[in-house]
């Protein structure tokens, strides 16, 4: 048995010499991501690595009986994955998505038929229901967009649905936030208040018959203030929390996150800015671990147009990005 191993800039290099040296039909292992050898490594450059083996050659020279040609395509199968882990994607994910991929769609898979079979796998981490609670609050840290994102949700809910959503700015620490917020009430046409301290968003939220959509600080619910403004939102019902997250963010950054923000109990995710972010590949292993159901998805500054429900095909497009095309805009 002959076991050896190439490395190449991508998958198709690697997988055209494995087979160039052992026959079409040779058998890959194992794929990955490596450091690239020399100066290049030490850059942080990666290369995609396939093992693979023939089987002393005998099965790669004789020709496949019918009962064969009707076997899975193993290595197309293999391709299919070193395909997704090239891209970022954890290989417990990738051999799911495979394995959900028919045979003959695993030859030369093309993007839609990889991203249906990605859509599957994510069905579970969608929201499924589209209405608005009666109190829905944004938190997160600082820079990831929970102002805008409210903005473009209010504005989305009047123009396209005739629906007043009102807001309140709860942001104690940054004024320009409130600001920013106030301006967008203002254009969009719905109330707005500011609510500074615990007692003052009691009191912004009692009575009216809209939903209101809260910008709190970009602060741990740790903070003082924080805490007590957490404290007094779980003693209300028809209260949502959504925690939003920039699609750049690395795995480690995103745990560390949901551990910082797991005292305000989110039951929505939110992820913004997927226009900076190459892919959300990286996201998906954490995804999967913290399985908080996903509202809605931003891509660029316009309001109301870059905000989109989320769905498993708009969260798959993301995984793997059509790079051939200009970034698509969210309608």
């Known amino acids: 048995m002959s076991t050896k191993r190439y490395r190449h800039a991508t998958v198709q290099d690697a997988l055209r010499a494995a087979r160039e040296e052992l026959g079409p039909d040779a058998l890959i292992t194992q794929t990955g991501l490596v450091a690239s050898s020399g100066w290049r490594g030490w850059l942080g450059s990666r290369e995609v690595e396939v093992t693979a083996r023939a089987d002393g050659g005998a099965s790669v020279l004789r020709q496949p009986d019918t009962k064969e040609r009707r076997a899975p395509d193993t290595s197309s199968r293999a391709a299919v994955v070193a395909r997704l882990v090239a891209s970022g994607v954890d290989l417990e994910f990738s051999q799911s998505v495979a394995a959900g991929l028919e045979s003959d769609k695993c030859r030369g898979a093309s993007l839609p038929s990889l991203w249906q079979a990605i859509a599957t796998e994510l069905h579970g981490l969608i929201a499924e229901d589209d209405d608005y609670a009666r109190v829905e609050v944004f938190v997160g840290p600082p820079g ?188």
């Open 144 to 331: 990831v967009g929970k102002t805008t994102t409210i903005a473009k949700i209010a504005a989305q809910a009047r123009v396209r649905e005739g629906r007043t959503l009102g807001l309140v700015g709860a942001d104690a620490f940054r004024a320009g936030a409130i600001e920013q917020l106030r301006i967008y009430a203002h254009i969009i046409g719905v109330p707005f208040r500011v609510a500074r301290t615990a007692e003052e968003l009691d009191a912004a939220l009692a009575g009216g018959r809209q939903s209101v959509l809260v910008d709190t600080a970009g602060r741990s619910p740790s903070d003082g203030v924080e805490r007590e403004t957490l404290r007094m939102l779980g003693r209300r019902r028809g209260v949502r929390t959504h925690l939003v997250m920039a699609a750049d963010t690395s795995a480690a950054t995103a745990r560390r996150i949901f551990d910082a923000f797991h005292r305000a109990r989110p039951d929505r995710l939110i992820i913004t800015k997927l226009d900076e972010a190459e892919t959300i590949a990286p996201l998906i292993q954490v995804l999967n671990e913290r399985q908080i159901p996903i509202s809605y998805l931003t891509a660029g500054q316009r309001v109301p147009e870059d905000l989109a429900r989320a769905t498993p095909l708009l969260l798959a497009a993301a995984v793997l990005p059509d790079r051939q095309s200009s970034h698509a805009r969210m309608s």
